[in-house]
């Protein structure tokens, strides 16, 4: 990763602008930041910046007798002729900085010797008589207290400046080189990092990008990269033998440790571990917990690098040391099981007890079940006596590895699980699992009709009970965008008969989905708001058990335009998957997230949640999942006015989904929308029939009745069809009517005012689109059309208002195309009104006259303009006789509407020289 410098450009230009600064007292940055904050990498950019000044002095150096640190050592800053360390390296400092404006910086004081501390002490309270700038970079918890007491006192013989450095944020973060992450390392790197520069670089080095795992630091199979690692490892090597066994016996533990278990770990007294703990608190390796006795490392990747750094065998007896002190302890079998799985060692009772917390954690770390899992099996054996139990595993790791978004591993579990169970026949529960982690993979690759005839055959062959109420349930889900009421009604009746709160919304969000997909908006409705209510209710442990429930009702909530509601979801969805690893799960999250930012005008949001969801839509068997994803990303490059780049991604999606299948019908209209704006009429009304199964769409949800309809009218237009053109916007309103929805109803108002004849038809057809609240891409186009029709009838006031609300919203929103089209359409009516404009002579008024006409333009009476002018009424009767007769006009409106136009100008003052 190149050392670009990111998200510190503040304080960079801050000691800039201290070292161009000049005043009575001589200035002092302190720069403070934990370890691998980036003091050092600002130092250097700003050294690099005031370098090109020939004016400025500039003495770097460290307080740490490092030779190979970037600066070289405080102690040998005068021996540019003398190189042997002096006992007060800044007694010299006069001559060493000579005239002008003198720049030292100094980096690393937590670690200046007693000396050096002495010395800076020295010049903290007696400063030179020079034009200094001194910068001061430490970690807060390594300087001296002497020399804490000295910075704090600075105030009266220096100008101080603090630059407290805190973590960088996420959006920082995403300024460095990163777009070889997989998708799980982009989802969690700021989190794990802690924002922590040094940190960040590290967890990016360890990512194999495409054919990466996502696997965490303590796991991952990949060599520690050395640039980041040997600051840290530095670090350590200062330690003690004992305190580096100490720290290496608290890593293994986990990111928080207590003395007991740390000493049983380590095989040390208690009072040792003390001694070695306070070795640690010092170098700023791990902190005091609000719990006397408890500790936590500074960072989880410090703990990491503890941990991979301690030898291999030795990790091996440490954790079977904490096994061992945990179980008398009687602790939880979770809290065990990271210790069973990573000892090395086990049989039928440690894989007992792994696959028992396996169950416990799955839901909020699949990942990490799926891993105890796979140890479990692997400590069962080969023996016949085991096999039912090695099939009950194989499915846990099916079912694991698919919440974690491990398909292959998925698969590969499930083939496994067959070959074992060949010829037996299996219990219904179980079954019922590895049925619905069959139809999840086949689904999540597009393949909708085998995942429909795995789930039927299930549910006829399943006891209809609880072992099939899941599988009604996946089997409505994979419906509801076709012709799955029927689906959907039996999975809500099965749903309510169970006490699974989470369970039964589910079914109300599918059963929502399904009641608009026919157009039943009423049904659609109660069932969103019945479901959003469960889930309000429900903590994120809950709601992690069933996921899809947030997602079904979010796009339910979308569709029926309650954009706040579903945004609000789909957050919170996020927030629960990224938390608890469930990756998969955030690919429609995330895009539904994108659909409701794009809806609002918010594109850059739009395609920041859509490249998030390509990244982990980026895989084997995730086809159907990325092209929701590329879909998404053609509309968005459509609204942003990329042609090309919506047609690139709308095919890209058409080639990776399987044909007629729900997500397909979705891709091929938004190809069809790319088509028609690349000028290919012909070609868009193939594509929407193709989605829609034939002209009566079909094939097409109700929701989705506008907008085909909306596109066949707008190619037939292009194609100078005109009868089917309007006959295809009446079929749009039609269906909007049925929905009853604000957008359905604006789309299909847009698509009359298209093929109005009239323009004041079309116009009050289009500004029933451009009223649609928190939808830009629909008042925008809207205001448009409003535009043009205000512009064939002539009136170029109303026609500006109109091109001033689009601008000012597509230009806000990031709208290109139809920023484009209204400043071409105030181009002409601009050059039209300067061409019908009469020449200015026959429009010259006197400048008392012109106040007159100017003041009735304002709808002032005569009686009000005389005592405004302080004249009399009779003066202003007068007046106005000369403006009609000047200006041609017989009405008060007319002067006013010339006023407007800017077609009536005042004549000249004559000045004293003209008379």
């Known amino acids: 990763m190149p050392n670009v410098l990111v998200g510190r450009q503040r304080e960079v230009s801050l000691l800039m602008e201290a070292a161009r600064k000049t005043a009575d007292r001589p200035v002092m940055v302190k720069i403070s930041g934990e370890s691998g904050i980036g003091k050092t990498r600002i130092l ?49 400092l006069p001559e060493l900085a000579g005239p002008g404006r003198a720049i030292l910086v100094i980096d690393d004081l937590h670690q200046a010797s007693h000396a050096l501390n002495l010395a800076i002490e020295k010049l903290i309270w007696n400063p030179p008589q020079l034009d200094l700038l001194v910068v001061l970079a430490y970690r807060p918890h390594g300087v001296a207290n002497r020399l804490l007491a000295a910075l704090g006192g600075a105030e009266p013989q220096w100008d101080i400046v603090d630059l407290p450095l805190g973590p960088l944020s996420a959006e920082a973060a995403e300024g460095f080189p990163l777009d070889h992450l997989c998708g799980q390392h982009h989802m969690t790197l700021h989190q794990e990092s802690g924002g922590n520069p040094r940190h960040l670089k590290l967890l990016a080095a360890l990512c194999q990008g495409a054919e990466c795992r996502g696997e965490p630091l303590l796991r991952s199979g990949t060599e520690l990269p050395g640039e980041a690692t040997a600051p840290i490892l530095a670090d ?74 301690a030898p291999e065998g030795w990790r091996l007896g440490a954790h079977a040391r904490a096994v061992e002190a945990l179980s008398g302890l009687n602790q939880p079998t979770v809290r065990i099981a990271e210790h069973v799985e990573r000892a090395g060692v086990g049989g039928p009772k440690a894989a007992a007890l792994l696959t028992s917390a396996g169950k416990v954690i799955e839901p909020q770390d699949p990942e990490t079940a799926a891993v105890w899992y796979t140890a479990a099996l692997r400590m069962l054996g080969d023996g016949p006596d085991s096999r039912e139990q090695r099939a009950e595993l194989l499915t846990a790791i099916a079912h694991g590895a698919l919440m974690a978004g491990r398909l292959e591993e ?16 299996a219990r219904p529960d179980r079954e019922a699992l590895t049925v619905e982690c069959r139809a999840r993979l086949a689904l999540f690759a597009g393949r909708y009709t085998e995942a429909r005839t795995l789930l039927r055959q299930a549910i006829t062959s399943l006891d209809p009970a609880a072992a099939s109420r ?89 569709r029926l335009g309650h954009h706040a509601e579903a945004a609000r979801h789909f957050a919170r969805g996020q927030g629960v998957c990224r938390r608890r690893g469930q990756w998969l799960a955030m690919i429609p999250l995330l895009t539904g997230l994108g659909t409701v930012e794009l809806r609002r005008g918010r594109l850059a949001r739009a395609r920041d949640q859509a490249n998030q969801a390509m990244k982990l839509a980026l895989g084997p068997g995730r086809e159907d999942l990325l092209s929701m994803v590329l879909a998404l990303r053609a ?11 919506s047609l690139a991604d709308s095919r890209a999606a058409a080639e990776v989904i399987t044909p007629d299948t729900p997500t397909w019908r979705q891709v091929r209209l938004a190809q069809a929308a790319a088509l028609l704006a690349h000028g290919d009429p012909a070609a868009c ?14 094939d097409l949800p109700m929701w989705d009745h506008p907008r085909a309809f909306d596109l066949l009218s707008r190619a037939a237009l292009a194609d100078g069809r005109r009868p089917e053109a309007e006959d295809a916007a009446e079929q749009a309103w039609r269906a909007a009517q049925v929905l009853r929805l604000p957008a359905a109803l604006g789309l299909a108002s847009m698509a009359r005012a298209r093929v109005a ?23 925008v186009p809207g205001r448009l059309l409003a535009a043009n029709a205000l512009w064939a009838v002539g009136d170029v006031a109303g026609t500006i208002r109109q091109l001033d609300a689009v601008e000012s919203t597509a230009d806000r929103c990031g709208l ?35 106040e007159i006409a100017d003041l009735v333009s304002q709808g002032r009476t005569n009686r009000q303009i005389a005592r405004q002018l302080e004249v009399s009424h009779k003066t202003v009767e007068t007046h106005l006789g000369r403006i009609f007769t000047k200006l041609k006009v017989s009405s008060r409106a007319e002067i006013a509407s010339m006023i407007g136009r800017s077609s009536v100008v005042a004549r000249p003052r004559r000045t004293a020289a003209a008379r």
């Not at 005031?50 to 150096?61: F, G, S, Y």
């Not at 998925?410 to 026949?425: E, I, K, M, P, Q």
């Not at 009423?522 to 809950?542: F, G, H, K, M």
């Not at 038809?761 to 008042?779: F, S, W, Y």
């Open 44 to 92: 250097s950019e700003f050294l690099a910046i005031a370098a090109e000044n020939p004016e400025l002095k500039l003495l770097e150096c460290t307080a740490a007798d490092d030779r190979h640190s970037t600066f070289r050592p405080l102690s040998t800053l005068p021996g540019l002729d003398d190189p042997r360390p002096r006992e007060n390296p800044l007694a010299d």
């Open 236 to 309: 350590l090597d200062t330690l003690s033998g004992t305190a580096r066994t100490v720290g290496s016996a608290a890593a293994v533990i986990g990111d928080a440790f207590d003395l007991e278990l740390t000493a049983a770990v380590a095989e040390l007294d208690r009072t040792t571990v003390l001694v070695a703990v306070d070795e640690l608190l010092a170098l700023d390796l791990v902190q005091a917990d609000t719990v006397p006795g408890s500790f936590r490392f500074r960072h989880r990747v410090l703990r990491g690098v503890v941990y991979r750094s």
């Open 410 to 425: 998925s698969g590969a579990a499930l083939d496994r699980r067959d070959a074992l169970l060949a010829g037996s026949v």
């Open 470 to 558: 899941r599988l009604r349930l996946v089997l409505a889900a994979t419906t509801v965008l076709d012709t799955g009421w029927e689906w959907s009604e039996d999975a809500l009746l099965s749903a309510v008969g169970s006490e699974d709160l989470m369970l039964q919304a589910l079914a109300l969000g599918v059963h929502s989905v399904a009641a608009l997909t026919e157009g039943r908006r009423a049904v659609a409705e109660r069932s969103a708001s019945e479901a959003a209510q469960l889930i309000d209710r429900q903590s994120d442990e809950q709601l992690a058990c069933h996921i899809e429930a947030v997602c079904h009702v979010a796009w339910a909530e979308l």
């Open 635 to 645: 509309e968005i490059a459509l609204a942003d006015g990329a042609t090309l780049h």
């Open 685 to 698: 009304t193939a594509a929407v029939l193709d989605a829609g199964g034939g002209s009566a769409l079909l």
């Open 757 to 779: 004849e009239k323009p004041a038809e079309a116009l009050d057809h289009a500004l029933r689109a451009a009223e649609i609240e928190d939808h830009p891409l629909l008042e």
């Open 816 to 850: 290109g195309e139809a920023l484009a089209a209204a400043r071409e359409l105030r181009e002409v009516v601009e050059a039209r009104a300067a061409s019908l404009r009469p020449p200015t002579e026959q429009h010259m008024l006197s400048q008392r006259e012109f």
